[in-house]
């Protein structure tokens, strides 16, 4: 282990560090550039634990004096380097205004035998950084555009190839979203006539799917969005490619807050929307007090005076599903001069979900918007491509061929493709070159800037079944917020654990956490040797219940003091600088030997101290109970004095709850 990551763990300078190494006994030299891994951990732990004795300022960790911080100042420009990842040796250099021949020496002490045009990880730039008297900061470089704006950008440069001329009415394109459990999933089976919801783990649909159904001779496309908190980015995903809503909200429970969040993210990508008042059939629901939420939200229904449409149906009874589905190709009618697409053309669409299949390879769902999908294909997605070799509809039938607004299931891509990736039919002579990050699932970047935190970190290696539902646990640990520990993800993919994930975990001392994969048979056999365990869910919130878990075994337990005892000071027989001996009578309780005190005069307390002997007479004792007199030995620079009280405490250790 480099002595500068030692180092910044334990947030002191070397010229700090290695004193107080050999003063606590450890013989590394004063000028070691690298430990031995068990030697560092021990060594670490021998440091935090001398700092946090070296701060008590009281016998009574709940009444030690607040120690007096000063607080740096800001670091100057200069100092904060904006890096990004990876970068260039030197780049890095010219970002610190040093040499390059200075800066590979200092790799070189660090252990890394770089050349000039090198890329170097931002951990590495930011171990070298410090050395050097800098702090990093990551940016991300794509001239300050977001990958959904760059998403966007592309998907209406590819649409405006069309003419007004050669567009065509396609089928409409309706997400439905709202509350968790408020029965979107069970709404789609009853428009599709089959049943999901028996499927779904723990009744919350898991992943985007996208179906069709024909209604009077004409077809609709749905897409099922997550109704879990977490599938946040999911759900706006998913109403960025529709042409309307189904805003769905259960009769019994009214407006709740992924109601109006949803409601927002409808707002915001100016989608037409349709309120289907669910459960009606349920004995306490209430329709009104729907209407009065909507109305609270400025969004007035019909009946109401408003422009709102809402229809009340039961799912569950298949109760006006066919009202709904009138308006729902109402809607689309009023908007017609915007669902159209040219099926003459090569196709492009949004992928919306995407897998590894441990037969088929990359299995990636795509929602066609424009063009014509065809098998033959060669397609780009992000940074992955191939050759379609297969379509399939969500029933699971082979075609040949995929139209506007159609979702299809398809094979040939080289890797997984990222959820809400734009997909696009090319000439092999454009295909791009494939990046590692896609093929190593390296692509969830946090582009922004990364400041080293001063919390207890539970390192995650993450793996899930498909990318949606990676990047919905994410999205989802990222959001766990507490004062003293945080979720870091040093790693995350698609699929089941292999032997490199175990490998990672144990030099990381990682947790292996899934989402709807295990360990692979191989890997199993060799986790036996490491002693290393993944867990598994199915249920996302079941995962986060998990990781909070941990993240409260993390924190240091509170130290809680029991009084156990009272003792009045009759008599003083002797004093040192350090010690008194007073004899006295056991008031109440019991009084210990080695327990820590208080010296209590005129019911104010002047001092403490620890028990150090306790004598019945001429013998030795370990414990004194009331009523009894004995003589008591107590550490403390505090004077007893006759009629002093000396309050005996126990302490005890008491686990700790996240807040």
């Not at 947030?11 to 560092?40: N, S, W």
């Not at 407006?255 to 349709?274: D, G, S, W």
């Not at 030997?593 to 104010?604: F, H, Q, T």
């Not at 414990?623 to 126990?650: K, R």
């Amino acid at each position: 282990m480099n002595v500068t990551e030692i180092v910044r763990e334990l947030k002191m300078t070397k010229d700090e560090f290695f004193p107080l190494a050999k003063e606590l006994g450890f013989d590394i030299g004063e000028r070691a550039i690298k430990v031995d891994d068990m030697i560092a951990v021990k060594l670490i732990a021998a440091i935090k634990k001398n700092h946090k004795q070296s701060k008590k300022k009281s016998l009574f960790e709940h009444e030690k004096e607040v120690e007096e911080i000063v607080e740096e100042g800001p670091p100057t420009e200069k100092e904060i380097l904006e890096v990004t990842n990876p970068i260039t040796t030197k780049q890095f250099a010219d970002l610190m205004e040093k040499s390059v021949t200075e800066v590979i020496a200092v790799l070189v002490q660090n252990g890394i035998m770089a050349t000039i045009n090198q890329n170097l990880d931002f951990e590495t730039v930011t171990i070298i950084a410090e050395d050097m008297g800098y702090k990093t900061v990551l940016v991300d470089d794509s001239n300050d555009k977001t990958v959904e704006k760059e998403r966007e950008e592309q998907l209406e440069t590819a649409l405006s190839k069309d003419t007004k001329s050669q567009l065509e009415n396609r089928p409409p394109i309706v997400v439905v979203m709202g509350h968790v459990d408020h029965g979107k999933t069970k709404l789609l089976d009853a428009l599709r006539q089959t049943d999901i919801v028996a499927e779904e783990a723990g009744g919350i649909t898991q992943s985007i799917g996208a179906y069709q159904i024909t209604h009077k001779d004409r077809t609709v496309t749905f897409i099922d969005t997550p109704g879990h908190e977490a599938f946040t980015a999911m759900r706006s995903r998913g109403a960025n490619v529709a042409d309307l809503a189904i805003l769905v909200i259960a009769a019994d429970d009214g407006v709740k807050p992924q109601t109006m969040e949803a409601i927002e993210i409808l707002e915001k990508a100016k989608l037409p929307f349709i309120v289907a008042i669910n459960k009606i059939d349920k004995p306490d629901a209430d329709i009104d007090n729907v209407k009065k939420g909507l109305s609270e939200l400025s969004l007035i229904p019909e009946d109401w005076g408003g422009t709102t449409i809402c229809v009340p149906v039961s799912a569950k009874a298949k109760q006006n599903i066919d009202e709904l589905l009138e308006m729902v190709l109402l809607v689309a009618d009023m908007n017609k001069d915007t669902i159209q697409a040219n099926p003459n053309r090569d196709a492009v669409g949004t992928i919306i979900e995407s897998k590894i299949d441990k037969d088929t390879g990359a299995v990636a769902t795509v929602l066609i918007q424009t063009g014509t999908l065809r098998v033959g294909d060669i397609v780009q997605t992000g940074d992955v491509n191939g050759k379609i070799k297969a379509l399939k509809t969500w029933k699971g039938e082979k075609v040949t061929a995929a139209a506007p607004s159609m979702p299809v299931e398809f094979l040939g891509l080289k890797g997984a493709p990222v959820v809400g990736d734009i997909l696009t039919v090319i000439d092999k002579k454009d295909l791009k070159k494939q990046k590692k990050s896609y093929q190593s699932f390296g692509y969830l970047k946090d582009a922004t800037a990364q400041v080293e935190s001063n919390k207890t970190k539970l390192k995650v290696i993450l793996k899930a079944d498909t990318l949606g539902s990676l990047e919905a646990v994410t999205e989802s640990l990222k959001k766990i917020n507490y004062e003293e520990v945080e979720v870091e993800i040093i790693k995350s993919g698609l699929g089941n654990f292999t032997e490199k994930d175990i490998d990672q975990a144990v030099a990381a001392k990682a947790k292996l956490i899934g989402f709807n994969v295990n360990m692979s048979p191989v890997a199993a056999d060799y986790a036996l040797g490491t002693q290393t365990k993944e867990q598994s869910f199915s249920i996302i919130y079941k995962l986060i219940e998990h990781i909070e878990e941990q993240l409260g075994d993390l924190l240091e337990p509170e130290i809680v003091y029991n009084k156990i005892g009272e003792i009045k000071v009759l008599a003083i027989f002797k004093r040192t600088a350090k010690t008194t001996i007073v004899g006295g009578r056991v008031q109440s309780g019991l009084i210990k030997n080695k327990a820590i005190a208080k010296v209590v005069r005129n019911e104010k307390i002047i001092g403490e101290a620890t028990v150090s002997q306790l004598r019945v007479g001429p013998k030795n004792v370990s414990e004194v109970t009331s009523g009894s007199e004995c003589g008591i030995s107590i550490d403390t620079a505090v004077e007893a004095e006759i009629d002093d009280i000396i309050e005996i405490y126990q302490s005890e250790e008491k686990k700790r709850i996240l807040k």
